[in-house]
């Protein structure tokens, strides 16, 4: 099922099999698209889908709390993330590679990495930011690789944003609730 618009944003599930375990939830994939572009990996064993559930009730629990200090561009936020959080260093300057990170802390620690989840719905390397500006939610959406593929950014309405989490969420709970 799809939520949003897949040529701007929006989330699609899908479901192979349906489990009793309220933490696991059901068999499927999980895939965010922004701009066209889908982050995860679209097989019906892809992941067990209560990650991605709690993960998105965990984002619209933390509604507006998912921010970042700094104004830079969606390339300089992923030189960040892969430098301080994976070692890679293509295209960082000596601003960002003196962080002794503090960028990565602010990252982490605001949630503002969406994708991967903890599962194997991203082993396609998809990564996805999701950073709250007030009355609009900046998505960024990349391959890591280096350098990073794929690399997409939108702003959408805040209140359009969290519509469309909370629709995916509930018919998704719905769905299990029936089907278990």
Excluded: C
């Amino acid at each position: 099922m799809i939520f949003g618009n897949k040529e701007h944003f929006a989330v699609e599930s899908g479901v192979s099999k349906f489990l009793k375990s309220k933490n696991q939830m059901a068999v499927g994939f999980f895939n965010i698209y922004i701009n066209s572009f889908q982050y995860g990996v679209r097989k019906e064993d892809a992941s067990i889908l209560g990650n991605s559930y709690y993960e998105v009730k965990n984002r619209i629990k933390d509604t507006g709390k998912h921010v970042f200090s700094k104004l830079m561009s969606a390339a300089e936020i992923i030189h960040i993330f892969q430098y301080e959080n994976y070692g890679i260093e293509s295209g960082v300057d000596d601003l960002i590679s003196h962080q002794d990170g503090k960028l990565l802390d602010e990252i982490l620690n605001n949630k503002i990495v969406w994708a991967p989840d903890g599962d194997a719905a991203f082993d396609d390397g998809g990564h996805v930011f999701q950073i709250d500006e007030g009355k609009t939610v900046r998505i960024i959406g990349f391959i890591n690789d280096i350098p990073a593929k794929n690399t997409s950014e939108i702003r959408i309405e805040a209140v359009k944003f969290y519509k469309i989490l909370q629709d995916w969420s509930d018919f998704f709970y719905k769905d299990w609730d029936v089907n278990h």
